[in-house]
């Protein structure tokens, strides 16, 4: 008889979904196959407890199916803190389509997917995220109500990259007022790390504001025609955690703020646009803190993009959107003063706050 040796980096396989952290009891896991389109997908539903979930579709070439299981179970929950923290009447949920969206994405697949998301009766209301674009919303709404952020000419909000561009800049301020005594960003050294849309927008509000801005991402050409447009720098070396800076803004994928970065991160405030920046919350959050740098929840200050789109479920204009993603500064100050006084990190501050919301809405539920 033999018998087989899982390595401690295996063991986790035993209890793929469950038993994960990430888990966190979901309300639902559904995986989609469609063999004729080529579509693998996999949506997260983690609780709906102050509405329908709403939260993004994201396509990316993941390594396995482990990674993109992992990752929408942490987006997915990501989704339900920051509606809940906003003020949204909404769960959270989020999606992920595994493949490559420049070579694999094709209208049938979005169909495909979109009719995956109508089985869901609307428990579960789709968005578009990276990969994704507000024309490939427009499709998934040919077979669904059940999808936002689709063009402004189909009556929708359109693209909410820019509004979640602006929510973090209002929350990076919020952290200069905390940590500098001035929410002035100008002559700030701002690492901007991923310049895809949101990115960009991003970019654009620092140089206007006068900050010195350094870009870095892993596309070249992205690279070139943003320091064309903006004259910010590129960033040439290779480990722009040990370089000068005051503000480290991530804006691609997560988990940025890891055990091999944060002891050489030269930062003293991180607030940026990508979702799950700590690769550990609490681990990392404790650490951040103990260190003197401010971070600035992402669930909180990325949040314009929810608060775009939760628009055409709310039908209010873009006056009202811009004043509710403006009010990211004054819950951000509110969340940093509150972990000072209590003597906690700002993800646990902000996630009390958040999960206070819904435990009050739970009980109002049962009466």
């Given at each position: 008889?033999?018998?087989?040796?899982?390595?401690?980096?295996?063991?986790?396989?035993?209890?793929?979904?469950?038993g994960?952290?990430?888990?966190?009891?979901?309300?639902?896991?559904?995986?989609?196959?469609?063999?004729?389109?080529?579509?693998?997908?996999?949506?997260?539903?983690?609780?709906?407890?102050?509405?329908?979930?709403?939260?993004?579709?994201?396509?990316?070439?993941?390594?396995?199916?482990?990674?993109?299981?992992?990752?929408?179970?942490?987006?997915?929950?990501?989704?339900?803190?920051?509606?809940?923290?906003?003020?949204?009447?909404?769960?959270?949920?989020?999606?992920?389509?595994?493949?490559?969206?420049?070579?694999?994405?094709?209208?049938?697949?979005?169909?495909?997917?979109?009719?995956?998301?109508?089985?869901?009766?609307?428990?579960?209301?789709?968005?578009?995220?990276?990969?994704?674009?507000?024309?490939?919303m427009?499709?998934?709404?040919?077979v669904?109500?059940?999808?936002?952020?689709?063009?402004?000419?189909?009556?929708?909000?359109g693209?909410?990259?820019?509004?979640?561009?602006?929510?973090?800049?209002?929350?990076?301020?919020?952290a200069?007022?905390?940590?500098?005594?001035?929410?002035?960003?100008?002559?700030?050294?701002?690492?901007?790390?991923?310049?895809?849309?949101?990115?960009?927008?991003?970019?654009?509000?620092?140089?206007?504001?006068?900050?010195?801005?350094?870009?870095?991402?892993?596309?070249?050409?992205?690279?070139?025609?943003?320091?064309?447009?903006?004259?910010?720098?590129?960033?040439?070396?290779?480990?722009?955690?040990?370089?000068?800076?005051?503000?480290?803004?991530?804006?691609?994928?997560?988990?940025?703020?890891?055990?091999?970065?944060?002891?050489?991160?030269?930062?003293?405030?991180?607030?940026?646009?990508?979702?799950?920046?700590?690769?550990?919350?609490?681990?990392?959050?404790?650490?951040?803190?103990?260190?003197?740098?401010?971070?600035?929840?992402?669930f909180?200050?990325?949040?314009?993009?929810?608060?775009?789109?939760?628009?055409?479920?709310?039908?209010?204009?873009?006056?009202?959107?811009?004043?509710?993603?403006?009010?990211?500064?004054?819950?951000?100050?509110?969340?940093?003063?509150?972990?000072?006084?209590?003597?906690?990190?700002?993800?646990?501050?902000?996630?009390?706050?958040?999960?206070?919301?819904?435990?009050?809405?739970?009980?109002?539920?049962?009466k």
């Open positions: 008889m033999t018998t087989d040796v899982l390595s401690s980096k295996e063991l986790y396989k035993i209890d793929p979904v469950f994960q952290n990430s888990f966190d009891d979901h309300e639902q896991i559904v995986f989609c196959n469609d063999k004729d389109t080529g579509l693998k997908a996999i949506i997260g539903i983690h609780n709906t407890v102050l509405g329908p979930a709403l939260g993004g579709t994201r396509m990316w070439n993941y390594a396995n199916e482990w990674e993109a299981l992992n990752d929408v179970l942490r987006l997915s929950r990501g989704m339900t803190f920051k509606s809940a923290i906003t003020g949204l009447n909404l769960g959270g949920g989020k999606a992920v389509i595994i493949g490559d969206a420049k070579t694999q994405k094709t209208p049938e697949l979005m169909r495909s997917f979109g009719e995956y998301v109508h089985s869901l009766s609307g428990k579960y209301i789709t968005a578009e995220d990276v990969g994704m674009t507000t024309e490939d427009d499709i998934v709404r040919e669904t109500p059940y999808v936002t952020g689709i063009s402004e000419s189909k009556g929708g909000a693209n909410p990259s820019p509004i979640t561009a602006y929510g973090v800049f209002m929350g990076m301020k919020a200069a007022k905390f940590q500098y005594g001035s929410e002035i960003l100008e002559d700030k050294k701002v690492c901007v790390q991923g310049i895809g849309h949101v990115g960009e927008a991003l970019v654009e509000h620092l140089v206007n504001e006068g900050a010195i801005v350094t870009i870095a991402d892993i596309n070249q050409e992205r690279l070139e025609e943003v320091r064309s447009k903006y004259g910010v720098t590129i960033y040439g070396g290779n480990d722009i955690y040990s370089e000068a800076m005051d503000i480290y803004a991530p804006c691609a994928l997560g988990a940025t703020i890891n055990d091999e970065t944060i002891h050489k991160l030269q930062a003293t405030i991180v607030a940026g646009a990508a979702n799950n920046q700590l690769a550990d919350e609490n681990k990392h959050g404790k650490i951040l803190q103990e260190r003197g740098i401010v971070y600035a929840p992402d909180l200050i990325n949040a314009g993009g929810i608060i775009n789109v939760y628009a055409e479920l709310e039908d209010y204009d873009k006056q009202e959107i811009m004043r509710k993603t403006e009010n990211i500064y004054n819950t951000t100050l509110e969340i940093l003063d509150n972990a000072k006084v209590n003597n906690i990190t700002t993800h646990t501050a902000a996630l009390n706050i958040a999960r206070e919301r819904i435990e009050t809405r739970k009980r109002e539920n049962s």
